[in-house]
């Protein structure tokens, strides 16, 4: 599996068997995971060859996935403080708080970019024919049942908003809950587009579930 340019917490990255864990990663399941919000960085595996037995013959050396904190040391520090949401810009934001009217998240990456400010955002339920949630099935729309606090969305910014908030929206398959965890405190996958699974308890939960890539 490719692993993203961006990582969120908890996201599996790659199978632990071809990566080895670096900072900002741990191991769960036999996957590698991020374990902070930043840029993904693979290190050249280094050594020589590892002889495991006739059988297998040798295991090669494995490169190093790590997850690195809010780039303040990079040389590009201006342009990650400075970076801006834009309408049409596609950003990953955590879902802070509902009410049966709209999400407020705070907006944690920006394109490729991760945001060294949060920015907050809303994800409206407003008149039927211009829901910022759904792209269909709009008179079904209901906040309780797309999000919950700590999900984690993929959104586009439709509206730069007030002096408070950038205006976002989930219409579209592509966006949505990209990252939730279940009342029980576990990580859950997507089975449908509208629900979520726990994989320990085995209950569902809703959500409005974006596409894979």
């Known amino acids: 599996m490719a692993y993203p340019s961006i ?21 769960q399941n036999l996957l590698l995971c991020a374990s902070i919000l930043g840029p993904v960085v693979e290190q050249a595996a280094q050594g020589s060859p590892k002889t495991s037995s006739k059988k297998t013959g040798y295991v090669p050396p494995l490169p190093t996935l790590s997850v690195q904190r809010s780039a303040h040391s990079s040389s590009n520090d201006t342009a990650l403080t400075n970076v801006l949401p834009e309408v049409g810009a596609v950003v990953l934001a955590r879902v802070t708080r509902i009410n049966p009217r709209q999400a407020t998240v705070a907006i944690l990456v920006v394109g490729e970019t991760v945001c060294s400010d949060e920015f907050q955002g809303l994800i409206r339920q407003v008149a039927a024919l211009v829901q910022d949630v759904r ?31 950038y205006y976002l929206a989930t219409a579209g398959n592509h966006l949505g809950v990209v990252m939730a965890t279940s009342d029980g405190g576990n990580t859950m996958y997507p089975i449908s587009w509208k629900e979520f699974k726990d994989p320990v308890t085995g209950t569902t939960e809703s959500r409005k579930v974006a596409k894979p890539f």
């Open 7 to 27: 990582a969120i917490p908890g996201q599996p990255l790659g199978p632990a068997s071809q990566y080895l864990s670096g900072p900002g990663t741990h191991v």
């Open 135 to 165: 792209a269909t099935e709009r008179d079904k729309v209901k906040i309780f049942s797309s999000f919950r606090p700590g999900d984690i969305v993929r959104a586009q910014v439709i509206s730069l908003g007030d002096q408070s908030n």
